[in-house]
């Protein structure tokens, strides 16, 4: 296979060394439709090192681009900066091939990968701020613990100046472009806010400390080398600035109407909320958990002011779909919103009573009463739906008037 993967050079010492998944569509929940990819990394020191490995049915795809470079059975040393399975999963394989003198984690490592692998090898633990000599170059490690994993840790070669960032700044885009460069900013932004929204969301007040971590640290960066999607090698403001942005989640005038509808009422009421809100100068996403898919919602809330739920009842409960979606927000905890819940019914009426208790447990501050109706909404109803609107449009606009 050798004659099929080939490496790909990013530094002076380093190579790309990964596998791409062309056909995978989901990963835990998160919709991927342009696949992704696993990226390992060669670092071609006096002691050859192996950053990270790959998800298991693409080891052999990643020993080929390897032996493209170098025969796998010098690696010398084997970095696992992220234990999660689709960056060890082939660890054991490997290390029973290649035979390396040492395979490092951090202390949280050393213990995920025990409980995932059941591996009779040895790992030693390396510590925040420690210095691994590779002979001519050095590599330093950075725990940078919940991003997105208790054991995630950054890892410097400075001699090159890369640093392997884990999921940090990553992306799951299938190309063969190896180089953020080589494709269009307006892909970029969205699949990393896809990304970030999706898996890295709930850790940006760890995303903060972390980015101040490596400015105060003095680090040279010149590339930033992920396990998923292009490596950065240039501008590399473009997507640490865009971290920054997306961490502190500032509300900006923008709001997002989620929900699912039966017979199209409150479909209705959703249409008469949203041109309420645009009409108050809003940009408004409106998206039917009917077609729209989980992870598009976290994508149009990671940058909103406002979330707006409606449902109708099934059951004495929401729909189905309004569920999940619920849920998979609870998990992912954005911050700085402003909602409000609306809804129909046959004849209870639960669903919006439940939509906003759950507003309330994801710390959304409610600012309208909501609104419920028995069946098919009147031009009264929709009037009611119109004011929620209004009401949610002038708390977003005074917030980002502050």
């Not at 400075?158 to 640093?163: I, N, P, R, S, W």
Request: glycine letters at 6%.
């Amino acid at each position: 296979m050798a004659d099929i993967y080939s490496a790909i050079k990013i530094s002076e010492s380093v190579y790309w060394v990964g596998a791409i998944d062309w056909t995978i569509r989901d990963f835990h929940g998160y919709r991927t439709p342009h696949g992704s990819t696993y990226n390992a990394y060669l670092v071609m020191a006096d002691k050859i090192t192996l950053i990270d490995t790959v998800k298991k049915p693409f080891m052999e795809e990643m020993l080929a681009r390897v032996a493209s470079v170098v025969d796998p059975s010098k690696i010398d040393y084997i970095v696992s900066n992220h234990s999660e399975q689709d960056h060890s999963g082939c660890l054991t394989q490997v290390i029973a091939r290649v035979r390396p003198e040492k395979v490092f984690a951090s202390a949280m490592g050393v213990k995920n990968l025990g409980d995932i692998l059941h591996g009779d090898y040895a790992i030693q633990p390396v510590r925040d701020g420690e210095t691994l000599s590779l002979g001519n170059m050095d590599l330093k490690f950075m725990e940078t613990r919940m991003i997105h994993w208790p054991d995630s840790m950054f890892s410097w070669l400075e001699k090159d100046g890369v640093l392997f960032s884990q999921d940090a700044f990553g992306m799951h885009l299938a190309t063969f472009e190896r180089f953020a460069d080589e494709l269009p900013a307006d892909m970029l932004e969205y699949e990393a806010a896809t990304y970030y929204a999706n898996i890295v969301l709930p850790y940006s007040p760890v995303v903060l400390k972390a980015l101040e971590k490596v400015a105060a640290s003095g680090w040279a960066v010149k590339i930033l080398a992920p396990d998923h999607g292009p490596v950065w090698r240039k501008d590399l403001g473009f997507i640490l600035d865009l971290y920054k942005k997306w961490a502190l989640q500032k509300p900006v005038a923008k709001a997002v109407v989620v929900y699912a509808t039966m017979w199209h009422s409150t479909e209705q009421m959703a249409e008469a909320v949203a041109e309420s809100l645009a009409r108050e100068g809003l940009r408004v996403k409106l998206l039917s958990m009917n077609d729209a898919h989980r992870s598009e919602v976290l994508y149009e809330v990671l940058e909103a002011g406002a979330l707006i739920v409606g449902s109708s009842t099934l059951n004495n409960n929401m729909l189905p779909q309004m569920a999940d979606v619920m849920t998979y927000l609870k998990g992912l905890k954005p911050a700085n919103l402003v909602g409000a819940a609306f809804g129909s019914f046959g004849w209870s009426g639960e669903a919006v009573k439940d939509l906003e208790a759950m507003l309330r447990e994801m710390k959304v501050e409610i600012v309208s009463e909501p609104v419920s109706v028995k069946h098919v909404p009147s031009r009264e109803v929709l009037e009611k739906c119109a004011l929620l609107g209004r009401t949610v449009a002038a708390e977003v606009k005074k917030r980002i008037s502050v």
